[in-house]
Nanobody, 127 residues
Framework: QVQLVESGGGLVQAGGSLRLSCAAS????????MGWFRQAPGKEREGVSC????????YYADSVKGRFTISRDNAKITVYLHMNSLKPDDTAVYYC????????????????????WGQGTQVTVSS
């Protein structure tokens, strides 16, 4: 059984920074790409970023490119999302998830590519 636990959310002013963490349990972490999604009130969940399991290749939504950075520490079984220059539009519940297929990323921003999900952490950016 894989469990993902997000942390690091909170309230921050526009222009500020936060670092989200996603701690994973289970043996699959090292073989799976990991992604971050977010869901704002009244909106569908959307892909924010993804990082591969092997070569560290990263993917970002256009809305966060240049502001957010995803990273992973396989020794700590943790994936991070460093968020800078936050905007009120970044307000959402942020979720981490594991890509369903080992060592493979197809459409990184598609929810069906992911199987295990965390419970989410709230990020609120005030103007």
């Amino acid at each position: 059984q894989v469990q993902l636990v997000e942390s690091g959310g909170g309230l921050v002013q526009a222009g500020g920074s936060l670092r989200l963490s996603c701690a994973a349990s289970g043996s699959i972490f090292g073989n799976r790409a990991m992604g971050w999604f977010r869901q704002a009130p009244g909106k569908e969940r959307e892909g924010v970023s993804c990082i591969s399991s092997s070569d560290g290749k990263t993917y970002y939504a256009d809305s966060v490119k240049g502001r957010f950075t995803i990273s992973r520490d396989n020794a700590k079984i943790t994936v991070y999302l460093h968020m800078n220059s936050l905007k009120p539009d970044d307000t959402a519940v942020y979720y981490c998830a594991t890509v369903r297929e080992s060592g493979k990323i197809n459409i990184w921003y598609a929810e069906y590519e992911y199987d295990y999900w965390g419970q989410g952490t709230q990020v609120t950016v005030s103007s």
